[in-house]
């Protein structure tokens, strides 16, 4: 795999988790809240698994969004170089 595939294939994942990510954390924030709310089915799962779902998927975001950012150093440097220290090179 050359260096552009794996940067694309890094961000297209990077973006389907975090899209899954803030899917299942907007769907536990509106979840209600209270005695017998983890009985409540939607889309096939309780409270209980879509917490399950959330965590596991931000996990996996986790050393994806780090292996995105190691691969970009370069840009990432770049960008602190422009923005914080005020530098143009």
Not at 7 to 20: P, Q, W
Not at 23 to 48: A, C, M, N
Request: net charge positive; proline share 2%.
């Amino acid at each position: 795999m050359n260096r552009l595939s794996l940067r694309a294939a890094l961000f297209y994942f990077m973006i389907i988790l975090g899209i899954l990510s803030l899917v299942t954390g907007l769907i536990l924030y509106v979840w209600p809240h209270g005695f017998r709310s983890g009985r409540q089915i939607f889309g096939g799962f309780d409270k209980e698994e879509w917490s399950t779902i959330h965590t596991y998927v931000t996990l996996l975001l986790v050393p994806v969004l780090v292996a995105h950012i190691t691969e970009n150093r370069k840009c990432v440097k770049l960008y602190f170089d422009l923005t914080v220290k005020g530098s143009n090179k």
